[in-house]
């Protein structure tokens, strides 16, 4: 007997991190010098399409190595496995890597341990939506939602979402969805805002000139991280609003620096420039904490969830009324299954979700949950727009599409996750091309190389 069913035959997995802190891109207030890095992987498969699923998380650079193990722990719940069960019921393999009785105590569900599951589950979705001959929002945008349901993992939330409500707001979604696919994100894309003027290691010469930039790029949202010094702030924020205007929204971004009472006054000093929403002012676990800070800063809008460790803490914050703004992230959470259980949350609670993007290929991802939450789920893109930044994307086989401040629909099949095989050649660390040289050219310095490209 021949086994002639389709299988995955092996997932391998790669450490790729890029040099960013030598520009102080993607610096704040709590990440001075991030590399931007992916823990990345590839399930391969038998099948004779010869599809392969791509997946991975973000990190920023140390840790990497740690993430990439805890992606390469999950190996034997997925090598192996029919290929058509898998892409037909990916929320299979999200439970079985989340009910895994022994890896479990490493969260359960939060921290690495569950970056890596999002990682792999992600890496399923692109397999399905590959083999389906679909982009990853319309897949999702397509099915039943009786289906959609089955997905997900419900355990936890029913007090605040059952299956029966989920239902319901999906068959809700439905309605004139082909009209807002084809008439609207087709047509027009998804209102994105960026993040690349705001950066806090950039002179206020390059914070101006980026934010005008930003206007005329066609954004009506731009992003300044602060929280280090509020004299600073106050400096960059005047020069931000002077720079864009009255009408353009300027969202502040503190990356958890504050304990609640200085996130309060801190924001509040800032206030005279009209911030749009205050994000991260605190510990991503404070429920109450944002709470507060929320109640003290309106009409400030307080946001958060890039660092929300999973579907539980969400439904916390909205049952609490902490925040006004949702920030899913792609590869934060366990996939696209535990997003699915967010974006149905938020959807129940009335509150808009705006993405957290940037990094490596969060802007690929996330822009699929967001089409589909659009198209299908919530409806509408009032007061919804996906981050954006604008570096690394040269990087995927198929990058984001940014148009007059708008994401374009990605139409090819997948979810966009899949990075081009000579930059994952290139920056593999600690071997690849680029960090190879990098260690020479210190080493010829005279240095020892003992912390040369520091592991
Ligand atoms: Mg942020």
């Given amino acids: 007997m021949s086994s002639t069913v389709p299988r995955v035959t092996a997932l391998d997995t790669y450490d790729i991190r890029f040099p960013t802190s030598r520009e102080l891109d993607g610096s704040d207030a709590m990440n001075p010098d991030p590399d931007y890095s992916a823990a990345y992987l590839v399930l391969r498969t038998d099948a004779a399409d010869g599809a392969e699923g791509h997946g991975f998380t973000f990190t920023i650079g140390r840790g990497n190595d740690v993430q990439v193990a805890a992606i390469g722990a999950l190996r034997a719940h997925v090598v192996g496995r029919p290929v058509d069960e898998l892409c037909a019921d990916p929320g299979s393999l999200a439970r079985d890597l989340t009910g895994d009785s022994q890896l479990r105590w490493l969260g359960p569900e939060k921290g690495v341990m569950h970056m890596a599951i999002g990682a792999v589950v992600n890496a399923a979705w692109d397999l399905a939506a590959k083999r389906a001959g679909l982009p990853l929002w319309q897949l999702l945008a397509d099915a039943e939602p009786e289906w959609l349901v089955s997905q997900v993992d419900f355990r936890y939330i ?17 309605a004139g969805a082909a009209e807002r696919r084809t008439e609207r994100l087709l047509a027009r894309g998804y209102p994105g805002y960026t993040t690349s003027p705001g950066w806090l290691g950039y002179p206020d010469e390059k914070l101006t000139r980026l934010a005008r930039q930003a206007v005329a790029d066609g954004f009506t949202q731009i992003k300044l991280k602060v929280g280090a010094d509020l004299h600073d702030d106050i400096r960059r924020m005047r020069a931000a609003r002077a720079a864009v205007g009255p009408g353009v929204r300027i969202a502040i971004d503190a990356n958890q620096r504050w304990n609640v009472r200085e996130a309060i006054e801190w924001t509040n000093a800032l206030a005279e420039f009209d911030p749009y929403w205050i994000e991260e002012p605190t510990s991503p676990d404070d429920v109450l904490g944002h709470a507060a800070v929320r109640r003290a800063v309106a009409p400030v809008k307080v946001a958060t969830g890039e660092h929300v460790q999973n ?7 909205l049952q609490a009324d902490a925040l006004d703004v949702l920030q899913i992230d792609a590869a934060r959470v366990g996939g696209v299954n535990e997003n699915l259980a967010i ?13 957290h993007a940037g990094g490596v290929g969060l802007c690929e991802l996330v822009q699929h949950l967001s089409m589909f939450d659009y198209v299908a789920l919530s409806g509408t893109t009032e007061d919804r727009v996906i981050e954006y930044v604008g570096h690394l994307h040269e990087h995927f086989t198929e990058p984001v599409h940014i148009r007059d401040g708008h994401y374009g629909a990605p139409l090819a099949p997948g979810f966009s996750a899949t990075m081009r095989p000579e930059s994952i050649a290139r920056y593999s660390y600690p071997d690849g091309e680029f960090w190879a040289a990098d260690r020479a050219t210190k080493d010829d310095d005279g240095d ?3 912390e040369g490209a520091v592991a």
């Fill in 343 to 355: 974006l149905l949350l938020a959807a129940e609670y009335g509150v808009p979700v705006c993405p």
């Fill in 448 to 450: 020892d190389g003992s």
């Fill in 311 to 317: 579907r539980v803490v969400f439904k916390q914050l």
């Fill in 158 to 174: 029913t007090d605040a979402l059952t299956p029966e409500n989920a239902l319901r707001l999906l068959r809700r979604g439905r």
